[in-house]
């Protein structure tokens, strides 16, 4: 399945913003739209309800959005990759985020890298702000 409708351009301090106001609830929502998105626009990758099971089962077990960090990564190089564009982030990227958490900025800098990708990546594709 070829690009299908390219995804929202997110202002990056908006969202951190936003995910310190609302507690990090916002961030659930990021990871449901931007996974949903990621699936229509290439017919493939885990959508966005996966995204929130990943988080719920994730909050079960104590490990809250362990595996999204490197899942999302991968998925936003990926789409990078297949568009034939320099491929900024991978799975790898996931290590900002943990270990990087016991660093305290880790996550901080793994969503700029990541959502930067993300946004440079739907503005290749004709998406504006």
Known sequence: MGPGPTGKVRSTGLCILLAIVTLGIYTWVWYFKVHSEMKRHTGSGIGGGVALLFLV???????????LPFLTSGEVGSMQERAGRQKTVSGVT???????????I????????TNGALNEYWRSQG???
Do not use: N
Not at 57 to 67: D, E, K, M, Y
Not at 96 to 104: E, V
């Open 57 to 67: 089962g994730g909050l079960i077990i104590g490990i809250t959005g362990l595996v």
């Open 106 to 113: 880790g996550p901080i800098i793994w969503f700029v890298k």
């Open 94 to 104: 996931g290590l900002w985020y943990f270990p990087g958490i016991f660093i305290i």
């Open 127 to 129: 998406a504006t702000a």
